[in-house]
């Protein structure tokens, strides 16, 4: 088997060029990673948040000297101002911090007698709500500028339904007192509350043009958003991801898009493998998927704060984790031509894309590759030459494979799906299940995880008599439940006498289902027994495992319905690892119980 090396250069965090992405009125540049961003990463903890012992040395080398701290600057010159977000975790450690390196954290971030902050206070956004556009190569007067923060304020309380309820305080400042970057630090109340927040602005932001001026006050503005919802203890130590990610997309949705944004796209769209852990304003891409998929952010990004991982993502998406990560997977393949999972878009994205081509010949051929927790593996596919193209994902949460004109289908780990190449069809003997007609063209396939472990995408050319030997597993298989309720009652005691189909369903792209409709008799009195499991499977082709099984089941006895006794014997039978052999149109398979036994239950194939 060959292994696709290429990929492993591309897609598992090294910074090379990617294809050249086009920004807004100029021509085409080499998009590569942000040097800048991938160092920040390598400076946050197993969280994901900015260490404040590590901010303090970034303020001591950025901005000015702090007493007793070592001074931190990056190795890259071209990495962009990293002041502002020192400077905020700094600001919220302060009542941890020793006294003079607080003094002069709060001389840096608070104004000085002879500043003037404009004052935003709640509910005047609504009252004050006028133009929020910027014009560019002036600082804006003071009633002009506050008009434009009032109505940020408005416009975003409309998007979220959050009323803002801290003061915004907004001032304009040399770049030499900030760093050179937008900052956004609390002013705390009692009790870890937070009563206003304080915007610093560097004069040097009103150069840019008018869109990324007003998407970097929206983005600050965004923190007051982040302030207001959470108390400072849960953004203590809060993922970069989050809090920068969050505010990064806001900005840029909020002005449908700006060039400022295009070196963050790049990172996120050429380092598919980057721990979620090490992203900080590069998140945006995940924010966008969310927002592709039918999420609405502005509406769930508040309710992240204070969570990690899995589920401040379930919590983005209002789904699953799993789902999640398949659609991040697929968007970043870039092939439209595709359907719409399997392109990314976004306010300010470029045109970067990182995913290889896998082409597949007369020897199968892998990617594979260890990723991290929200890691991803995309790949392109070219196939040509054979009858039947076969695309195994390994490892894991969730995958997917698309091939023109015969759609997309999703995968669980183990699962594959085959597509037929020739004109002529691919249809296997019997009531087997078809494989879809491909189109000419390119294909796609990708896999993403959920936890850190090694995943795969396998191809294969195949023809239509190995398709149909290698696929015997898939389709549907049947008994009279009668008989598994025999196995199983050994070890269960005596179960209801009941008849009925059972019928286990095993489809190619590696799910499962099982259950049954059932009469069922105890002593004298008859009723209906239903129960249903779905699941995931992996197919050896010598054993099948089976995951992440749900389900139940019931009994309806005289109009009352109760829990079907045994039923956790029908989980057991379904969650092991069972061997099992094919003989024609017989399925028979065994499975460890947990006494030791090894119940054998044998099916036949449902024509």
Known sequence: ?????????????????????????????????????????????????????????????????LPGVEPWTPADTTAPPMAGLALRTAAQALPTLDAPVADRIRAIVEPSADEEELVVRPGQGLARRGSTTVAPDTVPPNEELTGVVAGIVADIEERTGHRLRLTVRVRTVADARTGGDALTTPVAGGGGTTRACRIALPRTLFGADASSITSTIAHEVWH?????????????GAPLWIIEGQAEWAGEAYVGGSPSSAARWDTWLLQPARALTTRSYDAIGLYAVAAATGADPWRTMLPMLGRRGARAVETLFDRSATEAVRRVATSLVRSPELGEVWESRGPGITGSRVAPVLTVAAEPVEARMRVPAFGALPIRINASGGEVLRVTVEGGAAGAVAMPLAGTVELAPGGHAMFCLTEEGCACPGARPGTPQAGAGEGAAAVGATTAGEVALVAELLTVEEMCESSGLVGEWVTDVANVMRVLSAEYGTMPSCRGPWVATFTADGRFTAGYEASCRIADVTGRATARFTGNYTDTGRTFTLSDVVGDGSMTLNGRTMPLPGVDGFRTALGNTADYGIDGDTLTYSFAAPDGSKPTIVLTRRS
């Open 224 to 236: 007051c958003f982040q302030y207001d919802a959470a108390p400072l203890r849960n953004l203590d």
């Open 1 to 65: 088997m060959l292994l696709l090396a290429v990929l492993l250069a591309a897609a598992s965090g090294c910074t090379g060029a990617g294809t050249k992405p086009t920004r807004s009125g100029g021509d085409p540049v080499e998009a590569r990673p942000d040097p800048g961003l991938l160092a920040l990463g390598e400076l946050l903890d197993a969280r994901g948040a900015l260490p404040v012992e590590q901010a303090l040395r970034m303020v001591a080398g950025l901005v000015e000297p």
